[in-house]
């Protein structure tokens, strides 16, 4: 895989890793929060996916 491909692959899953979720203006970024996926609520990406 060449550099700059992983870059973009990698990028966001870095900024999860690093703050969970956050924002950019009125733009919610859901992210990973904690382990705990049935007990948690937005901005929880993997508890939103696991309730649609």
Known sequence: MNSSLSELIYKPFDYLKTFGAGNFGAQEIYGIINADF?????PDAIW???TE
Not at 38 to 42: A, I, P, Q, T, Y
Request: proline letters at 0%; zero cysteines.
């Open 38 to 42: 049935e007990n948690s609520s937005v």
């Open 48 to 50: 939103y996916t696991l």
